[in-house]
């Protein structure tokens, strides 16, 4: 059935509300006021409110905050603690060595403990304070291109109100086209307009591939008497166990105030074991002796999940696109070494605006226009920053002593190593097929494990993040061939889905009296932590966008 849209025209379009695009829009206000231009700009966010769906540490090196807001204290920036020094730690399974030294890219002092959705949510009090139309609520469903099909004129933000099977309830309301002369993609970690649109437009296939980390991440309240009142550092990080030297991750605990703390833990997805469960690891971690140390007595008061982008330098993909822009960790810009993303993400939205009003003063939005962002993207410091860390997931992924020497050399060779542009495979490529024998060993954690407090299960964790979706929708998560699921998925590596998947959204449910297999799916715990999109073996998952508005519900991850 066609469907009459509205449709609304900007002069820029920002699609997704985190650290990047709030950057850039605020940036590109402030230059606006300054060149006395007058601009429609609007920016859409999937979550409910702008920081609903932001996860992340986090430690913010100030930098990027710093040029784009001079007075961000008296503004009210929302600070946890400041960090006081580093605290490196290497973990067997019942140790941990303190490190006589913490590498020199964690260097963390005097930058600050925020909470990413707090802090999402004040810079997008200040963008729209500067005349950004912010609408919370509204998913960029599909890319709209010109006649061409070679220019990026908008995005159609998804129908609301469809029921099970595809039909329009009595509160359907139709998507809206926005179309703007320049489109902004801020999506975060495997974006799935801009994964899409790269494909369309081949504007990765000189690159690496993206690889991701899945982190699984915690806000938990502690007595008045902790850890944090009499140590040295406030600003943890973790290696070795539970994932050991040959997977890369790890973990980190951060103090915030009000004796809170931020812990979360990283599984690399170049994983190759298929019986692998990131949360797990996640539990693991926990349950260390020194970990369970400091965290004892507290509770879970908050629970998120979301990839990282780690490729680095050789992964980011060409920033433009004829009336498009790529920026943050959708263009895969991170500082993988200093295991930080958001600084150099608001640089990169800072610096997109720049090149946006460049743009709209010479009336040309072609991508020879456009490229001036790449221009002044290549000349800033962000390169100076992530440049070093060029070949660090691929060290990282490689297995045994090996790796030492890769980040032993590239350490002191500012990134170099013993072989430059090394390699790195696709996440989706790695896993390594199972025999039943190696299967039959490895149980999950026990029930034992969980005591609902500070040891929450998985689906625990789906209720305290505040995460919803109404049921009556179709899946926004398409499994293309199930058939594939329970046949050769499951005999060559298990169902690793049912695994990697921190929400408990694939079950694989199994009759009885005949041994028929099927695959179940519960879109509704969806945390959008986008790992089923990267990890799946056969890529026979794709990630869409469900209704604006649902999703996690976050206030302090
Ligand atoms: C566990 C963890 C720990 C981390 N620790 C640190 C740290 O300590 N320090 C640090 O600097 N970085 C850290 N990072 C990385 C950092 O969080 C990211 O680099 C940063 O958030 C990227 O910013 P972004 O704006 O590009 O994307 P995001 O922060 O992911 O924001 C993207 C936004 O776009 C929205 N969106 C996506 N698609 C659509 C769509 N189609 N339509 C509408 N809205 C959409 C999303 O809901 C989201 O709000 C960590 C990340 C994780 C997961
Ligand atoms: S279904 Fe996919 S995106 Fe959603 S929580 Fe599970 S792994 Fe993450």
Excluded at 181 to 208: D, Q, W
Excluded at 343 to 364: P, Q
Aim: overall charge negative; aromatic content about 10%; charged content about 25%.
């Amino acid at each position: 059935m066609s469907v009459e849209r509205e449709s609304i025209d900007f002069d820029v379009l920002f699609v997704g509300g985190g650290p990047a695009n709030l950057a850039g829009a605020i940036r590109l206000m402030q230059l606006a006021q300054e060149k006395n231009l007058n601009l429609e700009v609007a920016l859409i966010e999937k979550g409910a409110e702008i920081g609903t769906h932001a996860v992340s540490g986090a430690i913010l090196n100030p930098v990027a905050l710093g040029e784009l807001i001079a007075d961000y204290t008296e503004k009210g920036c929302p600070i946890e603690t400041t960090v006081r020094d580093d605290e490196f730690y290497y973990l067997t399974e019942s140790r941990a060595i303190r490190a006589p030294i913490t590498p020199r890219y964690l260097h963390n002092k005097g930058f600050y403990v925020i909470s990413l959705s707090k802090f999402t949510k004040w810079l997008g009090g200040i963008a729209e304070e500067l005349g950004v139309n912010i609408f919370p609520g509204f998913a960029g469903k599909e890319v709209l291109y010109d006649e061409d099909q070679d220019a990026i004129i908008g995005v159609r933000t998804g129908d609301k109100g469809i029921g099970k099977e595809g039909e329009q309830k009595d509160n359907f309301e139709p998507g809206i086209d926005l179309h703007a002369k320049v489109t902004v993609f801020g999506e975060g970690a495997r974006g799935s307009l801009s994964k899409e649109i790269e494909e369309k437009l081949n504007i990765a296939a000189e690159n690496m591939p993206q690889v991701y980390e899945t982190g699984v991440k915690e806000v938990i309240q502690l007595a008045e008497d902790n850890y944090f009142k009499t140590s040295k550092g406030n600003d943890i990080h973790f290696l070795g166990f539970p994932l050991g030297l040959n997977t890369p991750g790890g973990g980190f605990i951060y103090e915030m105030k009000d004796n809170k703390i931020s812990i979360g833990y990283l599984t690399g997805l170049a994983y190759d074991d298929p019986m692998i469960d990131p949360y797990e690891e996640f539990i693991k971690f926990k349950r260390h002796p020194f970990v369970a140390s400091i965290i004892k007595g507290g509770k879970v008061v908050e629970q998120g999940a979301r990839t990282v982008t780690t490729g680095g330098y050789y992964s980011i993909p060409k920033l433009t696109a004829a009336g498009a822009m790529f920026v943050g960790a959708s263009a895969a810009i991170h500082n993988s070494p200093g295991l930080k993303g958001i600084h150099v993400s608001m640089k990169s939205g800072m610096l997109a605006a720049e090149a946006i009003t460049e743009a709209i003063e010479k009336g040309d939005f072609s991508d020879a226009s456009l490229t001036r962002y790449q221009e002044l993207f290549d000349s800033s410091w962000i390169m100076d920053e992530i440049y070093p860390g060029r070949n660090f997931a691929q060290a990282l992924a490689k297995k045994g002593i090996g790796k030492l020497f890769h980040l032993g050399a590239q350490y002191i060779t500012n990134g170099r190593g013993l072989i430059d542009r090394m390699p790195l495979e696709e996440d989706c490529r790695t896993l390594l097929p199972l025999s039943n024998k190696e299967a039959a060993g490895k149980a999950g954690l026990g029930k034992s494990v969980y005591d609902g407090e500070l040891y929450v299960d998985k689906l625990t964790g789906v209720y305290i993040s505040k995460t919803i979706h109404r049921e009556d929708q179709p899946s926004h998560i398409i499994v293309h061939d199930t058939q594939l699921c329970v046949t050769q998925c499951y005999d060559t590596y298990r169902s690793p889905c049912i695994r990697f998947c921190p929400g408990s959204v694939y079950e694989m449910e199994v009759d009885e009296n005949t041994g028929t297999r099927r695959l179940i799916l519960n879109p509704s715990n969806c945390f959008h932590c986008k790992t089923c999109d990267i990890k799946d073996p056969y890529r026979n998952i794709t990630w869409t966008c469900p209704e604006g508005g649902e999703g996690p519900g976050y206030s302090m991850v």
